[in-house]
């Protein structure tokens, strides 16, 4: 088995093996980012598709300063969205003006739920909604890479993340006999 670094020269030289290595070794993991943002499986599997061509087509601007795992992260993270927003058929249009005078609700409930369980809720959210929750709260992205990222305002992320939250909120309040 080959090595991240020996994987990573390999892929420099257009090692179909060290490629496939890296396919291997990294696939599975990032295709789980790419379901929490996307619909389906399918749109999964094309993005995950997408963000390795991506991967192996830029692997020579890799440092090997930092973690390459995050590096990788970034690609598929970028190569989703990108994926999201050229299928997307209907843009959310949402007032964001209430923003500016709301507090945004870190804390959504002290209840234990499952990860596939809180998986689901988040699936469940509109798509705008989850593409900034997962955005923020999980890939750690700040309001401001969000907005350069999505061509929206620092505003409407953080309205858009507090209404996510609120949502969730109000799904575990409801389905809290059920989880």
Request: net charge neutral; proline share 1%; charged share 25%.
């Amino acid at each position: 088995m080959l090595s991240e670094e020996e994987i990573i020269k390999g892929c420099l030289k257009g090692d179909k093996i060290a490629q496939k290595a890296l396919y291997d070794k990294y696939s599975a993991k990032m295709f789980g980012v790419c379901l929490r943002y996307l619909k389906n499986i399918d749109e999964a599997e094309d993005a995950l598709q997408d963000g390795f061509i991506r991967i192996y087509g830029n692997i020579d601007t890799y440092n090997f300063k930092g973690s390459f795992d995050g590096w990788i992260r970034r690609i598929i993270v970028n190569a989703t969205i990108n994926y999201h927003n050229y299928n997307l058929k209907h843009r959310f249009h949402v007032d964001y003006s209430e923003i500016e005078n709301s507090e945004i609700e870190t804390n959504l409930t002290n209840d234990v739920y499952s990860a596939e369980a809180l998986l689901s809720l988040i699936r469940s959210l509109p798509e705008g909604y989850k593409q900034i929750f997962n955005l923020y709260e999980i890939d750690g992205y700040s309001h401001k890479e969000i907005a350069k990222m999505l061509g929206i305002s620092i505003n409407t992320s953080k309205s858009q993340l507090m209404k996510a939250k609120n949502m969730l909120k109000a799904k575990m309040n409801t389905n809290n006999n059920v989880i």
